[in-house]
């Protein structure tokens, strides 16, 4: 729904024209500045009117997180003093946009989806987060002020920390690592409730389920479209124009990166597959059932047939029918009826009918 009212709002609208599209939010964007000079890491709020071009600063390395994509004024003022393309401003304001990798003259751009599970509702949660990595410098764009990072903070922070020492391009891939390492946890969540599933379809089977299991490959769809392209982001990681914004000594971590991606995909594919098994297993349970259901109703059609039979012959009304005259004509039929039932009844359970 998100994606067609921003397409209508987009139609007559120039390329890089910046357009919020999540939730309206009131609270003003806040912007975090983490600056390192080659012997201590310095933390502070930074304002809007603020002139950000001291990223750039030669020496230093910096990282300035921005919670909120919700000012278009904020966005384009940052694309102006550090030269950021149009269209990769307008790229960050739509939260719809796709996970993917742009290498540009001066920069790359990347963008991811963060994934958090509900401790309240247990429902996944997906919030965008772009990357814009120089040389020098890296901007974190978030859709709201989100605590993933919290722990590397706190490692930056540490008297001794090594991750700026390591450059920039190290700082960026710590915090993609952080995001992936997060898909498992999500996967892992995804998967107990697909083995909860299925012994519920073993156990406690219930037309309910089936509900369950269309909302849970839906929750897979749509995982499926944010994470899934980790893979072909993170081979492109190791490509030369991109390895140079990284750095060539983090290479071996873009390639354990990639082995995660790789996995994540596997993983996906395989729940997948699963899902659908949970529906075939599913309609054959409920088809077995209707079969047991079917089996016992024609066996107490084919019980009562001969009964019937014998009910209607001598229900006639016929003036002579010799055995309605017999004294015991009565108690005779209906040891017959009763002979029939359970002679019956014994061919059924050693055909094992019953």
């Known amino acids: 729904m998100k994606e067609n009212s921003y397409t209508r709002k987009k139609v007559g609208l120039p390329p890089g024209t910046i357009l919020y599209t999540g939730n309206k939010i009131n609270k003003e964007v806040s912007m975090e500045l983490y600056s390192f000079d080659g012997n201590k890491v310095s933390r502070r709020k930074i304002e809007k009117d603020e002139n950000l071009s001291?990223?750039?600063?030669?020496?230093?390395?910096?990282?300035?997180n921005i919670d909120g994509l919700h000012d278009a004024d904020l966005i384009n003022k940052i694309g102006e003093e550090l030269n950021i393309n149009s269209l990769v401003l307008e790229d960050l304001a739509n939260v719809n946009q796709r996970v993917k990798i742009e290498v540009w003259e001066n920069y790359i751009f990347i963008v991811l989806k963060l994934t958090e599970l509900n401790p309240k509702n247990k429902n996944i949660e997906y919030k965008q987060i772009s990357f814009i990595l120089g040389e020098n410098y890296l901007l974190t764009f978030q859709e709201g002020n989100d605590k993933i990072f919290d722990a590397l903070r706190k490692r930056i922070e540490l008297p001794n920390s090594k991750i700026f020492y390591r450059g920039i391009g190290y700082l960026a891939y710590a915090m993609i690592d952080i995001i992936v390492d997060n898909y498992f946890v999500i996967l892992d969540f995804l998967e107990e409730k697909i083995d909860g599933l299925e012994r519920k379809i073993l156990n406690e089977?219930?037309?309910?389920?089936?509900?369950?299991?269309?909302?849970?490959?839906?929750?897979?769809?749509?995982?499926?479209?944010?994470?899934?392209?980790?893979?072909?982001?993170?081979?492109?990681?190791?490509?030369?124009?991109?390895?140079?914004?990284?750095?060539?000594?983090?290479?071996?971590?873009?390639?354990?990166?990639?082995?995660?991606?790789?996995?994540?995909?596997?993983?996906?594919?395989?729940?997948?597959?699963?899902?659908?098994?949970?529906?075939?297993?599913?309609?054959?349970?409920?088809?077995?059932?209707?079969?047991?259901?079917?089996?016992?109703?024609?066996?107490?059609?084919?019980?009562?047939?001969?009964?019937?039979?014998?009910?209607?012959?001598?229900?006639?009304?016929?003036?002579?029918?010799?055995?309605?005259?017999?004294?015991?004509?009565?108690?005779?039929?209906?040891?017959?009826?009763?002979?029939?039932?359970?002679?019956?009844?014994?061919?059924?359970?050693?055909?094992?009918?019953?």
Request: charged share 20%; hydrophobic share 45%; glycine share 6%.
């Open 205 to 354: 089977f219930s037309d309910k389920l089936a509900e369950k299991i269309l909302k849970l490959k839906s929750e897979l769809s749509y995982l499926k479209k944010g994470i899934y392209p980790i893979r072909e982001i993170s081979a492109k990681f190791q490509s030369e124009d991109v390895i140079s914004y990284f750095g060539i000594k983090n290479k071996m971590y873009l390639s354990d990166l990639h082995d995660h991606g790789i996995t994540i995909c596997d993983i996906l594919e395989t729940m997948t597959s699963r899902t659908s098994e949970l529906f075939q297993l599913y309609y054959s349970i409920l088809s077995n059932d209707m079969n047991n259901v079917m089996k016992v109703l024609a066996i107490i059609s084919t019980i009562f047939m001969p009964l019937s039979f014998l009910a209607g012959l001598y229900g006639m009304n016929f003036k002579y029918i010799p055995e309605l005259n017999y004294q015991y004509g009565y108690f005779i039929l209906l040891g017959i009826m009763v002979v029939l039932v359970v002679g019956m009844f014994i061919i059924f359970k050693k055909k094992k009918w019953l």
């Open 54 to 64: 001291i990223l750039n600063e030669k020496g230093k390395l910096n990282w300035l």
